[in-house]
């Protein structure tokens, strides 16, 4: 229903700005030197006239003029949980190359571990741990009361 009568109030402010005044004056193109210098000062060249403030414009150009505004106003908070959606997954990027480095320098350390030594919250290294298992990026083995995580080299080998 906002929509409908965004749209509505967008179509009616618009309606004296589609209908042109006609009045005395033609504009083209601009003529060659040769014919300008021939009509003399009858063709003024000096650039504008007048300058015009925003509120001397008419009604129906102001009213289009806010509504652009505001359309981009709201448009910003349409799109900012998208661009910090981005932000945060590009950091999250950056903790799990963190992670992943540490672990191929210092295999075994438990979660606990690589969080204190990267600084990094236990629950994110444990989010990202997850995520990195799911890729198949790494190995946990679990020993005793302690987990700890390993690269996974992807050669398998048989037990017996």
């Known amino acids: 229903m906002l929509k409908k009568s965004l749209l509505f109030i967008l179509v009616l402010s618009t309606l004296g700005i589609t209908s042109a005044d006609t009045g005395g004056y033609t504009v083209g193109p601009c003529l060659p030197d040769e014919e300008l210098e021939k009509l003399g000062d009858a063709v003024d060249m000096s650039g504008a006239d007048v300058t015009y403030s925003f509120w001397e414009f008419p009604l129906s150009i102001k009213i289009a003029y806010i509504i652009g505004y505001l359309t ?22 950056v903790n799990k190359k963190r992670i992943i480095n540490y672990v191929l320098n210092e295999p075994g350390f438990t979660p606990s571990e690589i969080s204190r030594n990267l600084e990094i919250s236990l629950g994110s290294i444990r989010y990202q741990i997850k995520t990195l298992k799911a890729e198949d990026k790494l190995i946990l083995t679990r020993e005793g009361k302690f987990t700890r995580a390993f690269q996974n080299s992807n050669t398998f080998t048989k037990k017996r």
Do not use: H, T
């Not at 981009?72 to 349409?78: D, G, P, Q, T």
């Not at 900012?80 to 950091?91: E, F, V, W």
């Open 72 to 93: 981009v106003f709201f448009s910003f908070f349409k799109l900012a949980p998208i661009i910090l959606g981005q932000i945060r997954s590009l950091s999250k990027n």
